[in-house]
Structures are given as structure tokens and as C-alpha cells.
């Protein structure tokens, strides 16, 4: 399993001087992003596909509260990803100084590429770099019906 640790910095928290919901959303990025850049799938490599990442949902779940000043532990694990690579699942887990378990997050994207800005899928090489992560236990292989199940839709107002 791959984990990032962070110290909880002043700008981190919120006006109840806990763990601001920004920062676990930043947190969780970082982690992703440096597991894709130690791995061989950093901004080189998706310029020159001339793809990016695109996040669909990020359900966070808190447990308990976390202070400044204290470490914190995020975990990364790939709960699934579609055949073509271009749907993918990430979970994480926050960890206190003590190994407790304060927060649990589900996260589902997509790659789009940057010209078209239309969903695609990943080329191979980036794909098993994806593939090489950490696989939760309730892993799967995504299809498009994963990604449309809240049915949630956009509301015009007009």
C-alpha cells in the first residue's frame, strides 16, 4: 500500500481548529499525485499524451477530529479502473500518529484528453502503472454504469 505523510499545518485547519474538509481534499491529491510521479506518471508523461486527470466524486467519511501540529498518514489504494483504463477508483485512509483510523475517502475520475476534452482511455504503458498499485480488497473492473450510479444529474435553472 502506498501512504504520504503530512504535518498539520495552521492552514490546514478550519474556525473549530480541526482538520479543515480543503485540506483532507488536498491531502488526498498530493498522495495521488506523488504516487503517479514516483511510478513514471507525472506531468511529462501526461503531456505528452496530452491527457489529464478529472475527478467525478470524492465521498469523504470522518471519524474524528485531528489537530495542528500532529502527523498525519494518508493511504492510496486502486479499489478499480475500466478495461481501457479510463474510469478509475481510488480509496483512502487518514491515519493519526497512533496508526487510528480517522477518515475514510471513495474517489472516482477519468482521464480526458486536454485537446478534445472528451473522456479516453490510458495508453498501456500508463495503465499498468496504475494497475501496479496497491489493489483494495473489494477491487473491481469499472464499466461507465459505475460511474452513473447516483444518477445524479445537472439542474438548470432557467
Not at 504535518?7 to 498530493?30: E, G, K
Not at 498522495?31 to 491527457?51: C, D, F, V, W
Request: hydrophobic share 35%; with cysteine; aromatic share 14%.
Amino acid at each position: 500500500m502506498y501512504f504520504k505523510e503530512f504535518d498539520i499545518r495552521w492552514s490546514d485547519t478550519d474556525a473549530n481548529r480541526h482538520l479543515a474538509n480543503s485540506a483532507y481534499i488536498n491531502f488526498m491529491s498530493h498522495t495521488r499525485m506523488s504516487y503517479l510521479i514516483e511510478n513514471g506518471l507525472g506531468q511529462h508523461q501526461l503531456a505528452k499524451h496530452n491527457i489529464g486527470p478529472v475527478v467525478f466524486y470524492e465521498h469523504i467519511y470522518y471519524f474524528k477530529e485531528v489537530f495542528l501540529g500532529k502527523p498525519v498518514k494518508v493511504s492510496l489504494e486502486l479499489s478499480g479502473i475500466s478495461e481501457d483504463g479510463m474510469f478509475f477508483e481510488f480509496q483512502h485512509n487518514f491515519y493519526d500518529q497512533e496508526g487510528k483510523n480517522f477518515a475514510h475517502c471513495e474517489m472516482l475520475g477519468a482521464w480526458v484528453d486536454l485537446k478534445t476534452r472528451k473522456l479516453i482511455g490510458l495508453p498501456d504503458e500508463l495503465k499498468a502503472i496504475l494497475n501496479e498499485l496497491h489493489h483494495s480488497n473489494d477491487f473491481k473492473i469499472l464499466t461507465k454504469e459505475d460511474t452513473r450510479k447516483y444518477h445524479k444529474r445537472p439542474v438548470d435553472l432557467t
